[in-house]
C-alpha cells in the first residue's frame, strides 16, 4: 500500500519544508527574518530582554560552537529548562527534538559513525539521564566519539534524592571514556572542551557531562582555553600515536617471512581515517584483506584483496584463511569473542601481529607475537615503508587458494542468493537487491539479530563510513535513531535503516522526528514475525524450545501511516525493487515492509564457545 | 606485553609449509597445541603503584574499574603526596603476570591516572599498620603485652577487659602477630593495607614530571 505524499491528512509534513534540513535559520540571512523563525518556534519569547548577562547556558552553547557542533539530539525537562530557554539566541546550533532521549543517544551515534565527528546528544536528570544509557555504552563498546550532556538538579539538593535526581555520575563511570559532574558554571569551558578532546582523540569513546540546574543559570566570566591548554590540564591523557620502531620493524621481518598472510581490518582503521593506507599496504605486500564487522567498509568490496567478513556469521573462505594463516596482521580491532570464537582454537597456525592504539587491548583476548601501539593511519604507514612490494606471482598458489575457498562459499546452497524458496521472500535478496539500487552509495544503518549479519553479508560495501551497526553491545533498537543521526551527518547519501520487526518495535517512536524534521531516513523493514536470531539459536542450540520467538507486530503499514510516512510492501520477490524504488523517490522519510521467509536462517554460523573451523552450514534439512 | 615471542609455541612465520609445494594448503604437520590464553599462568601477589590525579571520585574510578574487569583487590591504600593535586594509591592484588599487567594497562586507560609500576620484582619497602583490639582479663593481660613487646608492637589503649595494640610490619609479619593474638580472642581488627616505596634514589613521581 502507498500514502500518497503531501497527504492533507498529514499535516505535520507541511511544518518542515526541506529548506529548513541543515539549519533553522532562513535562507535569506535576514535577521528579522531569523527572529520570526524562532518567535515561531515558540523558542524566543516576544518580550525577552536580550541584553541580559552572560550564564552557564550560554557557556555550554558557546562551547558547543567553538567544537563545530552543528546538530544535536536531545528532549527538554525540569533541570535543564534554563538551557533551553536560552537556545533560541543560538539559531547555529540545529536542535533535533527526539521522542525519547535513547534516540538521541543512538541519533549521536549515527552521526559521530559517518562523520568521524564528534556526536551530542542531552537530556534532563533521572529518567532523562538512564535513557541515555543504553546508547552511551552501545557507543563505548564501539568507541565512537559521543558527548552526552545531562542536567541535574541544584547543587543543594545533590544527594538528597530531589525530584528526579539520579546518581547519574555512578552510572555511567564504568560506560564512559571518562564523566563530569559540573556544579560551577566557570568550570564548563574547561570541562566541554576536555570532553570533545578525550571523545575524539586516542581511541574515541563517549564522554559524560553533569551540569547541576545552578551551574546553568549562575552569571559566569569564564573564557573558553585553546587546544593547547586543555592538552596541557590533561597530563594522564596522552594517547601513543607512533608505533614503536623496534616493533615496527620485527613485524616488517614477520610479514616478508609469511607465506599465508591475513589482514584483520578494524574499526579502528576507520576511526583513524586509515582506508587508503590500508589498501597501500595490502597493495604492496599483496596481503588479502578480511574485516570484522564493524571494519565493513574499510576496504571496497571489490577490490582484488578484499576477501570478506570474518567470524561468528563471516564467510566461510574467510574464516577458513585465519584457520589456516601462518599470519595474522590485525589492526585497529580487538579479537572479539565474535570475532575468534574458542579462543584456544583460533588460527592455530598464525604468529600475531597486534595494532591498536589501545594498549589494553593488546594481550587481552590473545596472546601475540608483535604489539604496536600506534595509530592505524601511522602504523600503516610505516609498515608499507618497511615491507618490500611484493609480486603477486610470488603468492600464485595462495591466490589460487583464497580463489577457491571464495568460489566454494559463496556459491554454497545456504548463500541464498535469489529467492531462497519458491514464493518467499529471502532476506539476503532483500538486502543485495537494496545495495544494488542504492548503487552502493548510501549509508545502511543495521539493527542487531539477523538482519544486522544479513547487512553485513549481502549489501556489497564501497566505502567507509557507510555501514553503521551496533557490534560490541549489540543494541536492538538502534537502527531507526542511529540512522536519523547518519541522515544528517551524511545528508549527500541515501540512508537506509535496516532493520527486523523487533528492533523496530523498541524504538519506531522517533519515526515522528524523522517526519517533525525532515530527515529523509528509507526504512527497511524485515519483517519475519519473530526474533529470527533468537528463532535460530532456540533452533540450533536449544532443540526447537521456541519460548518467546514469536513476536506478533502491528500492521506497519497503518503505523507508518499514522506518523505521516509513506509505506511500501514487499511480499514476493518480483516485488522487492519496485518497493525500494517507491520508497526512494519519496522525498522524506519513508518505510518498505518486506514480509520475509518467517524462518530463514543466517548461515554459516559458529555456536558461541566453538572456533573457527567449528562452523554449521545447514540445519535439518532446510533448502538454506 | 606477552613478551615471549614463542610463547604460543607457533614457528617463526614461513616456517611451517615453507616449501612451495606446501605454501598454500593447510599446513600437513600436526595442529600446534591450543593457543595459550592471556592470563592463564601461575598466580602470585602483585603489588602495584598508581599515581593519580587528586580529583573527586578518582578512588570510585580505580574500584569501579578494577570490580569491573574482573580484579579482585586484595588492599588499597590511598593517600595524597607530598603534592595535593596528586594522589598515590598502592594496591595489592593477586594474579598472573599477563593478568596483573592487563589490570595496569586498563588503569592506564583512565584519565586521571598518570603512571602505573607494578613494583613485585623491585626491592621495595612495604609497610601497613594494623590495630587489634584484644581480649584482655587480668590473667591474660601479661602474656599479651609480653607478646606486644616481641613482636614490636604498641599498646595505644589500656581497658577495662581490651588492649588495643598497634603493629606495624609487611603484610606477613602483621598476618603472624594477629595469628598469634587470636587464641585470646580479637574484639576488633583494622588493617590500613600496604603501602610501598621503592628503595634506592629513583622517584615514580619524579618521573611523572619529565
Given at each position: 500500500m502507498t500514502?500518497?505524499?503531501?497527504?492533507p491528512?498529514h499535516?505535520?509534513?507541511?511544518t518542515?519544508?526541506?529548506?529548513?534540513?541543515r539549519?533553522h535559520?532562513p535562507n535569506?540571512?535576514?535577521a528579522?527574518?531569523?527572529a520570526?523563525e524562532?518567535?515561531r518556534k515558540?523558542?524566543?519569547?516576544e518580550g525577552?530582554?536580550l541584553k541580559?548577562?552572560?550564564i552557564?547556558?550560554?557557556?555550554?552553547?558557546?562551547?558547543?560552537?567553538r567544537?563545530?557542533?552543528?546538530?544535536?539530539?536531545?528532549y527538554?525537562?525540569g533541570v535543564?529548562?534554563?538551557?533551553?530557554?536560552i537556545?533560541?539566541?543560538?539559531?547555529?546550533?540545529?536542535?533535533v527534538l527526539?521522542?525519547?532521549?535513547?534516540?538521541?543517544?543512538?541519533?549521536?551515534?549515527g552521526?559521530?559513525?559517518?562523520?568521524?565527528?564528534?556526536?551530542?546528544c542531552?537530556?534532563?536528570?533521572?529518567?532523562g539521564?538512564?535513557n541515555l544509557?543504553?546508547g552511551?555504552?552501545?557507543?563505548?563498546?564501539?568507541?565512537?566519539?559521543?558527548?552526552?550532556?545531562?542536567?541535574n538538579?541544584?547543587?543543594?539538593?545533590i544527594g538528597?534524592?530531589?525530584?528526579q535526581?539520579?546518581?547519574?555520575?555512578?552510572?555511567t563511570l564504568?560506560?564512559?571514556?571518562?564523566n563530569y559532574l559540573?556544579?560551577?558554571?566557570?568550570?564548563l569551558?574547561?570541562?566541554?572542551a576536555e570532553?570533545f578532546?578525550?571523545?575524539?582523540?586516542g581511541?574515541?569513546?563517549?564522554?559524560?557531562?553533569d551540569i547541576?540546574?545552578d551551574?546553568l543559570q549562575?552569571?559566569?566570566r569564564?573564557?573558553?582555553?585553546?587546544e593547547?591548554?586543555v592538552?596541557?590540564?590533561?597530563p594522564g591523557?596522552r594517547?601513543n600515536?607512533?608505533?614503536?620502531a623496534?616493533?615496527?620493524k620485527s613485524?616488517?621481518a614477520?610479514?616478508a617471512?609469511?607465506k599465508?598472510?591475513?589482514i584483520?581490518a578494524?574499526h579502528?582503521?576507520?576511526h583513524?581515517?586509515a582506508w587508503?593506507?590500508l589498501r597501500a599496504?595490502?597493495?604492496?605486500a599483496?596481503?588479502?584483506?578480511a574485516w570484522?564487522?564493524?571494519?565493513?567498509?574499510?576496504i571496497d568490496?571489490?577490490h582484488p584483496l578484499?576477501?570478506g567478513?570474518?567470524?561468528?556469521?563471516?564467510w566461510k573462505?574467510?574464516?577458513?584463511a585465519i584457520?589456516?594463516?601462518?599470519?595474522?596482521i590485525?589492526i585497529g580491532?580487538?579479537?572479539?569473542?565474535?570475532v575468534?570464537?574458542?579462543?584456544?582454537?583460533?588460527?592455530?597456525?598464525?604468529?600475531?601481529?597486534h595494532?591498536?592504539?589501545?594498549p589494553?587491548e593488546?594481550?587481552?583476548n590473545?596472546?601475540?607475537?608483535?604489539?604496536?601501539?600506534g595509530?592505524?593511519?601511522?602504523?600503516?604507514?610505516?609498515?608499507t615503508?618497511l615491507?618490500?612490494?611484493?609480486?603477486?606471482e610470488?603468492?600464485?598458489?595462495?591466490?589460487?587458494?583464497?580463489?577457491?575457498?571464495?568460489?566454494?562459499s559463496?556459491?554454497?546452497?545456504?548463500?541464498?542468493?535469489?529467492?531462497?524458496?519458491?514464493?518467499?521472500l529471502?532476506?539476503?535478496?532483500?538486502i543485495?537487491?537494496?545495495?544494488e539500487l542504492?548503487?552502493?552509495?548510501g549509508?545502511y544503518?543495521?539493527?542487531?539479530?539477523?538482519?544486522?549479519?544479513?547487512?553485513?553479508r549481502?549489501?556489497?560495501?564501497?566505502?567507509?563510513?557507510?555501514?553503521?551497526s551496533?557490534?560490541?553491545?549489540?543494541t536492538?533498537g538502534?537502527?531507526?535513531?542511529a540512522?536519523m543521526?547518519?541522515?544528517?551527518?551524511?545528508?549527500?547519501?541515501?540512508?537506509w535503516?535496516?532493520?527486523?520487526?523487533?528492533g523496530?518495535?523498541?524504538?519506531?517512536?522517533?519515526l515522528?522526528?524523522?517526519?517533525?524534521?525532515?530527515?529523509?531516513?528509507k526504512?527497511a523493514?524485515l519483517?519475519?514475525?519473530?526474533?529470527g536470531m533468537?528463532?535460530?539459536?532456540?533452533e540450533?542450540?536449544?532443540a526447537?524450545?521456541?519460548?518467546?520467538?514469536?513476536?506478533?507486530g502491528?500492521d506497519f503499514?497503518?503505523l507508518?501511516?499514522?506518523?505521516?510516512?509513506?509505506a511500501?510492501?514487499a511480499?514476493t520477490?518480483?516485488?522487492?525493487?519496485d518497493?525500494i524504488?517507491a520508497?526512494?523517490?519519496?522525498?522524506?522519510?519513508?518505510?518498505?515492509?518486506?514480509?520475509i521467509?518467517?524462518?530463514?536462517?543466517?548461515?554459516?554460523?559458529?555456536?558461541?564457545?566453538k572456533?573457527?573451523?567449528?562452523?554449521i552450514?545447514n540445519?535439518?534439512?532446510a533448502d538454506e | 606485553?606477552?613478551g615471549d615471542?614463542?610463547?604460543n609455541g607457533?614457528?617463526?612465520?614461513g616456517?611451517?609449509?615453507?616449501?612451495?609445494s606446501h605454501a598454500?594448503a593447510?599446513?600437513?604437520?600436526?595442529?600446534?597445541?591450543p593457543r595459550?590464553l592471556?592470563g592463564?599462568?601461575e598466580?602470585?601477589?602483585?603489588?602495584l603503584v598508581a599515581?593519580v590525579?587528586?580529583k573527586?571520585?578518582?578512588?570510585?574510578r580505580?574500584?569501579s574499574?578494577?570490580?569491573?574487569?574482573?580484579f579482585?583487590?586484595?588492599?588499597?591504600?590511598v593517600?595524597?603526596?607530598?603534592s595535593?593535586?596528586?594522589?598515590?594509591?598502592?594496591?595489592?592484588?593477586h594474579?598472573?603476570d599477563v593478568?596483573?599487567?592487563?589490570?595496569?594497562?586498563q588503569?592506564?586507560?583512565?584519565i586521571?591516572?598518570?603512571?602505573v609500576?607494578?613494583?613485585?620484582?623491585?626491592?621495595t619497602?612495604?609497610?601497613?599498620?594494623?590495630?587489634?583490639?584484644?581480649?584482655a582479663?587480668?590473667?591474660?593481660?601479661?602474656e599479651?603485652l609480653?607478646l606486644?613487646?616481641?613482636?614490636?608492637g604498641?599498646?595505644?589503649?589500656l581497658?577495662d577487659g581490651?588492649?588495643i595494640?598497634?603493629?606495624t610490619?609487611?603484610e606477613?609479619?602483621?598476618?603472624?602477630?594477629?595469628?598469634?593474638?587470636?587464641?585470646?580472642g580479637i574484639?576488633?581488627?583494622v588493617?590500613t593495607?600496604?603501602?610501598v616505596?621503592?628503595?634506592?634514589s629513583?622517584?615514580?613521581e619524579?618521573?611523572?614530571?619529565?
Open positions: 500514502i500518497a505524499k503531501g497527504d491528512a499535516p505535520s509534513r507541511t518542515a519544508p526541506p529548506g529548513t534540513r539549519s535559520v535569506d540571512g535576514t528579522e527574518a531569523a520570526v524562532r518567535a515558540g523558542m524566543l519569547h525577552r530582554d541580559r548577562t552572560r552557564g547556558a550560554d557557556v555550554l552553547c558557546e562551547a558547543l560552537l567544537q563545530g557542533v552543528e546538530v544535536f539530539f536531545s527538554p525537562g535543564i529548562l534554563p538551557f533551553y530557554d537556545l533560541g539566541d543560538y539559531p547555529e546550533l540545529r536542535h527526539v521522542r525519547h532521549e535513547q534516540g538521541g543517544a543512538h541519533a549521536a551515534d552521526y559521530a559513525r559517518v562523520t568521524g565527528r564528534v556526536g551530542v542531552m537530556g534532563t536528570s533521572g529518567p539521564a538512564t544509557v543504553t552511551i555504552g552501545t557507543a563505548l563498546l564501539d568507541s565512537v566519539p559521543i558527548v552526552a550532556i545531562t542536567g538538579v541544584p547543587g543543594v539538593l538528597k534524592d530531589a525530584f535526581e539520579i546518581d547519574i555520575n555512578g552510572i564504568p560506560m564512559t571514556k571518562h559540573v556544579r560551577d558554571a566557570d568550570d569551558p574547561r570541562v566541554v570532553a578532546h578525550i571523545a575524539r582523540t581511541r574515541p569513546g563517549p564522554v559524560h557531562i547541576t540546574k551551574a549562575q552569571e559566569t569564564a573564557q573558553h582555553p585553546t593547547d591548554e592538552i596541557a590540564g590533561l591523557f594517547p600515536m607512533d608505533g614503536h623496534r616493533q615496527l613485524a616488517a614477520e610479514i617471512a609469511a599465508r598472510p591475513v584483520l578494524g579502528g582503521v576507520l583513524a581515517e587508503d593506507e599496504f595490502a597493495e604492496r599483496q596481503i588479502p584483506v570484522t564487522l564493524l571494519g565493513i567498509g574499510t568490496e571489490t578484499a576477501y567478513y570474518m567470524g561468528m556469521h563471516g573462505h574467510v574464516n577458513r584457520q589456516s594463516a601462518d599470519l595474522l590485525a580491532m580487538r579479537f572479539d569473542d565474535r575468534t570464537g574458542n579462543v584456544r582454537t583460533y588460527a592455530p597456525y598464525a604468529r600475531i601481529i595494532a591498536d592504539i589501545d589494553a593488546i594481550g587481552k590473545v596472546a601475540v607475537e608483535v604489539p604496536i601501539v595509530d592505524a593511519k601511522r602504523v600503516l604507514q610505516a609498515l615503508g615491507v618490500e612490494a611484493v609480486d603477486p610470488t603468492r600464485a598458489d595462495y591466490f589460487a587458494q583464497l580463489a577457491e575457498w571464495k568460489a566454494d559463496v556459491a554454497s546452497s545456504w548463500h541464498g542468493s535469489g529467492a531462497w524458496r519458491d514464493g518467499v529471502s532476506a539476503d535478496y532483500v543485495e537487491r537494496i545495495g542504492t548503487d552502493h552509495e549509508t544503518v543495521a539493527d542487531v539479530g539477523q538482519n544486522q549479519m544479513w547487512l553485513a549481502y549489501a556489497g560495501f564501497r566505502h567507509p563510513n557507510t555501514h553503521v551496533s557490534g560490541g553491545l549489540g536492538m538502534f537502527s531507526v535513531p540512522a543521526g547518519a541522515a544528517l551527518g551524511a545528508p549527500e547519501r541515501e540512508t535503516a535496516i532493520t527486523g520487526d523487533g523496530f518495535q523498541m524504538t519506531f517512536q522517533e515522528m522526528t524523522l517526519v517533525a524534521d525532515h530527515i529523509p531516513v526504512i523493514l519483517d519475519n514475525k519473530k526474533l533468537i528463532r535460530q539459536w532456540q540450533i542450540i536449544y526447537g524450545n521456541y519460548h518467546s520467538a514469536n513476536l506478533p502491528p503499514a497503518k507508518a501511516d499514522a506518523f505521516g510516512i509513506p511500501f510492501r511480499r520477490p518480483g516485488e522487492v525493487d518497493a524504488r520508497a526512494q523517490a519519496v522525498d522524506g522519510p519513508a518505510l518498505v515492509w518486506f514480509e521467509a518467517e524462518e530463514q536462517n543466517v548461515f554459516p554460523m559458529m555456536p558461541a564457545g572456533g573457527l573451523s567449528d562452523l552450514e540445519w535439518g534439512g | 606485553m606477552s615471542p614463542a610463547s607457533r614457528p617463526p612465520a616456517a611451517a609449509g615453507t616449501g612451495a598454500t593447510t599446513p600437513a604437520h600436526a595442529a600446534p597445541p595459550a592471556p592463564g599462568g598466580t602470585r601477589r602483585h603489588v599515581v590525579l587528586n573527586p571520585g578518582v578512588l570510585n580505580v574500584a574499574l578494577m570490580r569491573a574487569r574482573n579482585n583487590i586484595d588492599s588499597l591504600a593517600s595524597h603526596t607530598d595535593d593535586e596528586i594522589s598515590r594509591m598502592t594496591i595489592t592484588l594474579g598472573d593478568a596483573v599487567e592487563q589490570a595496569a594497562k588503569l592506564y586507560r583512565l586521571d591516572v598518570l603512571k609500576q607494578d613494583v613485585t620484582a623491585e626491592p619497602i612495604q609497610q601497613e599498620l594494623a590495630l587489634v583490639k584484644i581480649r582479663s587480668d590473667s591474660t593481660r601479661g599479651i609480653k606486644v613487646e616481641l613482636s614490636r604498641r599498646v595505644v589503649d581497658a581490651s588492649v595494640v598497634e603493629v610490619g609487611s606477613s609479619e602483621v598476618d603472624a602477630f594477629v595469628a598469634l593474638v587470636r587464641t585470646y574484639k576488633e581488627l588493617r593495607g600496604a603501602v616505596m621503592a628503595r634506592g629513583g622517584s615514580i619524579e618521573a611523572i614530571k619529565r
